[in-house]
């Protein structure tokens, strides 16, 4: 899948890979794709919520070897 940025939350837990997508997010354009990689297992549920509750949309959700990656695209 496309992406037009790359967030590295590997070896965070939560909250923080949500506050970095979060402020990741805010510079970017509207329409745009941010590529997530995280290692919180928490993290599946908290991205959902986050994509629900901001109205970004998620567009994919994957795990791979204990790594999520997520794509959310910005409002």
Same mark, same amino acid.
């Given at each position: ?50 994509? =629900? ?21 910005? =409002?």
């Amino acid at each position: 899948m496309n992406f037009d940025r790359e967030l590295d939350a590997r070896g965070l837990n939560c909250p923080l890979p949500i506050l970095r997508a979060k402020k990741a997010l805010g510079e970017m354009s509207s329409g745009q794709v941010l590529r997530i990689v995280a290692t919180d297992p928490g993290s599946v549920k908290d991205f959902a919520a986050f994509a =629900k509750q901001t109205g970004n949309e998620l567009l994919s959700s994957a795990e791979n070897n204990k790594e999520f990656e997520y794509y959310i695209k910005r =409002k």
